[in-house]
């Protein structure tokens, strides 16, 4: 039985909704090696595999079935599709660029799968991250008009990953840790041709990370002007992702909510590592 049948727009005007946590961090402790990674379509493959996470989609789905469950176990409204890195731009080094499609929509079912079988409302976010390139900054610094990627190549990539997602059953799309607007404008782009190639809209989560305590990205600018930079779109929601703890966070959170025309969503970091590389913000802290 299907429960994710009332409108997400719904459900946010009604409640706090829970998104999930790390993927690829839950991964790490599976204690998965090379062989999981490069087998069925990816054996003998040319370049090792390990770390390359959205491979495990077609590899070791019983292994992302596992941690999208737990999540929902836990309390989650919200789970995101193990596609962070699907896209031919950011598979391209592993060589897995043709792959990006049946990844994608793999990991979409996986989620749709275990969603379904939740018995309460919830809801699978594709998940598409911010590449591995950036259309604002230059790829040589002694050549500042260059760049790795164009606009029309970034999304054409984009435009592959949400249509193989849309085929897997996802409820919304999450454009997460954006540190480049151009980036950004460039999905949403891909997304709105989606939306009238299929003949309907989908929802879509816009979340950002910041690169330093004033709350710039990487790109210099500041998160009321990345806003300002994608407000074209009718985003469902506009937040903050990785980047810091949530103390760092939450004043950079007040000011979005107070000015931005959407929804607010935040998932940080456990606080910034120490020494150790070891993060100390328990979910006790955070919550």
């Known amino acids: 039985m299907i429960y994710n049948d009332k409108n997400i727009g719904q459900a946010l005007r009604e ?40 491979v495990l989609n077609l590899t070791r789905p019983d292994v992302i079935e596992e941690i999208h469950r737990s999540y929902v176990e836990a309390g989650s409204d919200i789970i995101t599709t193990n596609t962070f890195n699907c896209t031919r ?19 979409a079912r996986i989620a749709r799968r275990v969603a379904d079988g939740a018995g309460r409302p919830v809801w699978v976010a594709g998940s598409l991250g911010p590449t591995s390139k950036s259309l604002s900054l230059a790829s040589d610094m002694n050549v500042p008009e260059s760049r790795s990627a164009s606009f029309d190549e970034m999304a054409a990539c984009y435009r592959e990953l949400v249509l193989a997602l849309r085929r897997g059953g996802v409820d919304l799309l999450l454009l997460e840790t954006c540190y480049d607007a151009l980036n950004a404008k460039a999905a ?19 979340s950002a990370t910041v690169n330093d305590r004033s709350g710039r990205t990487l790109t210099g600018q500041t998160l009321e002007a990345f806003y300002n930079s994608i407000s074209h779109y009718p985003v469902l929601s506009f937040g903050l992702n990785c980047s810091f703890g949530v103390t760092e966070l939450r004043p950079m959170i007040e000011r979005l909510a107070a000015t931005v ?12 590592p120490n020494e150790l590389g070891e993060y100390e913000e328990t979910p006790c802290y955070t919550e």
């Open 261 to 272: 025309p959407a929804y607010i969503s935040l998932y940080p970091n456990a606080g910034l």
């Open 89 to 107: 731009i950011s598979q391209s080094e592993y060589g897995c660029g043709d792959y990006v499609s049946p990844m994608a929509e793999a990991g």
């Open 15 to 54: 409640r706090i909704l829970v998104l999930d946590g790390a993927m690829g961090t839950l991964i790490q402790t599976k204690g998965l090696t090379e062989s999981d990674f490069a087998t069925g379509p990816f054996a003998s493959w040319s370049v090792p595999l390990k770390g390359d996470n959205d």
């Open 188 to 206: 949403l782009c891909a997304i709105s041709k989606v939306d009238g190639e299929l003949g309907s809209r989908i929802p879509v989560m816009v």
